[in-house]
């Protein structure tokens, strides 16, 4: 073995009333019982002799019958931890093995499958093609976290998604909690212009779900004015969304087009 787990907890209480001679003996035995993976054979002068300590005869005696149980059957000591963790290391070890194969098992079958490939391809110009972008097995760094994509889609403000993933890690948003983000979320894009709303990173990191309940009981609901001309789309507009004035659009069929859409969200969360 190369190494043990040593819990110092245990050893601690266990060996708290030894002197530090005792302390020192039992764990040369211990040393000695992982470095053979063996239970220490009964022959006390060849115990004495690894240990190094030839007139302390009655302290490893001691030690032994203490810390050791002996097999009457086979004359040796055995120490039940020191079994285990013997065990538990050998079948790390193989597992490890196992993985080990496995893998070049895996290298072999696509070295074998790319090498087939170039065999059976006589036209050169493919074989650059198909090679010329080798393939890795680097993960790809903007894979969503579940639920994300939803939230993205309803929150409708499309900025900040990488620094939005990992404060949607950090939140922790688990199912039981999913519905509600995603719920405060299509409430909060329907009822703020998108000029308006918090950046989907500051929204999430602030837990807004939380801070920021609207309760669409108490609103009213806006009137829904006329939009055949120009002034009665301008007057729908100010009537439902804010100041013409501060919006953003270049012509009045752009703001009645998000006027209609306004209102078309409003029907879903209503």
Not at 186 to 208: L, V
Not at 213 to 239: C, H, M, N, S, W
Request: with cysteine.
């Amino acid at each position: 073995m190369h190494y043990y787990q040593h819990h110092i907890g245990d050893f601690i209480k266990d060996t708290s009333y030894l002197t530090n001679e005792e302390v020192g003996i039992y764990m040369k035995l211990i040393w000695l019982y992982y470095d053979t993976e063996q239970p220490l054979v009964d022959d006390i002068r060849l115990l004495l002799i690894k240990l190094n300590c030839r007139d302390k005869k009655d302290e490893v005696l001691n030690i032994l019958h203490l810390f050791f149980v002996f097999d009457d059957e086979n004359s040796l000591w055995r120490h039940t931890r020191c079994d285990k963790e013997i065990a538990e290391y050998h079948g790390y070890i193989e597992s490890k093995s196992k993985a080990g194969k496995a893998s070049a098992e895996r290298r072999a079958i696509i070295k074998a499958t790319s090498v087939e490939h170039v065999l059976n391809t006589s036209n050169t110009d493919e074989l650059l093609t198909t090679n010329r972008k080798p393939i890795t097995n680097k993960p790809i760094k903007d894979i969503a976290p579940v639920g994300f994509d939803l939230f993205w889609d309803l929150y409708d403000k499309k900025r900040g998604r990488p620094k939005a993933i990992k404060e949607w890690l950090k939140a922790k948003i688990d199912d039981n909690l999913l519905q509600t983000v995603l719920n405060q979320a299509q409430k909060y894009s329907a009822f703020t212009e998108k000029q308006f709303r918090k950046d989907p990173e500051r929204w999430i990191k602030g837990r807004h779900w939380e801070d920021e309940v609207i309760v669409f009981e108490k609103l009213d609901k806006p009137k829904e004015l006329p939009l055949g001309t120009d002034q009665q789309i301008e007057a729908a507009y100010r009537a439902e969304c804010g100041d013409p004035a501060k919006s953003r659009f270049n012509s009045y069929f752009e703001m009645k087009n998000f006027v209609i859409a306004q209102r078309e969200k409003r029907k879903l969360v209503a």
